[in-house]
């Protein structure tokens, strides 16, 4: 069975340093992967999103990931760091074992980025 | 852009009650799911629905949860009899195909007293 792995519940960054948070999956398929961005109070928005095409994905608000295969890993980054970008991130796997696509998330990482 | 509507935002309720979870999927979409977190954890997938009928559920879906579509437009989910740990919050999803990649809610946050 699929599952996720988010390395640091809690990752702290300055402003506009580089943001890394970590995530490592584990699928006997070639997975379907994504990131998604919580913040306080709100819902789950989609970041962006792996489905077997190009290997750096980039998405909304300046996050890419690179899919690593040998690594079985699908890091988030982005360059430069803002205030906006405090939430909880969440990293998730397709697992379709049992017909339906359903998704398998991680922990979540929560990133406070500091003034 | 089209989005999924949960409500209510909150809702209370007293143990033991009964307690529907109302959600609007973005309206040409077939495949509808629920999911949860409880407070501080991890979201889990609780129930996938396509053609009027559960398509896969987890071991958290037991006897006490349901799911209907009871006419084209709302997606609910029912807890019979709510027990404290039922506290979470719950977001509805939807999807236009049998692929991975769909839209979420903005969550109802259910909270047990």
């Known amino acids: 069975a699929q599952s996720v792995t988010q390395l640091g519940s809690h990752v702290s960054v300055s402003e506009g340093a580089l943001v890394l948070l970590r995530c490592n999956y584990s699928?006997?398929?070639?997975?379907?992967l994504f990131w998604y961005v919580q913040y306080p109070n709100q819902g789950l928005q989609l970041l962006l999103k792996?489905?077997?095409?190009?290997?750096l994905v980039k998405g909304i608000n300046g996050f890419e990931a690179e899919f690593k295969k040998s690594e079985t890993s699908f890091h988030l980054t982005k360059p430069s760091a803002h205030m906006s970008d405090a939430a909880e991130y969440f990293c998730a796997v397709s697992d379709k074992t049992s017909g339906t696509y359903k998704y398998i998330f991680g922990t979540g990482t929560r990133l406070k980025v500091l003034a | 852009e089209p989005e999924v509507t949960q409500t209510p935002s909150h809702q209370v309720t007293q143990m033991g009650q009964e307690v529907i979870l109302r959600c609007v999927p973005i309206?040409?979409?077939?495949?509808f799911y629920w999911y949860r977190q409880i407070l501080g954890q991890k979201v889990e997938f609780l129930v996938s629905f396509y053609n009027n009928e559960i398509s896969e559920k987890s071991e958290i879906f037991d006897d006490q949860f349901s799911v209907e579509r009871p006419d084209g437009s709302n997606f609910t989910l029912k807890i019979r009899s709510t027990k404290l740990e039922d506290s979470a919050m719950y977001f509805c999803?939807?999807?236009?195909?049998?692929?991975?990649?769909?839209?979420f809610g903005s969550g109802t946050r259910l909270t047990v007293v």
């Open positions: 699928s006997s398929v070639p997975p379907y």
């Open positions: 999803a939807s999807s236009n195909q049998q692929q991975p990649g769909y839209t």
């Open positions: 309206s040409n979409h077939l495949y």
């Open positions: 792996y489905t077997s095409a190009a290997t």
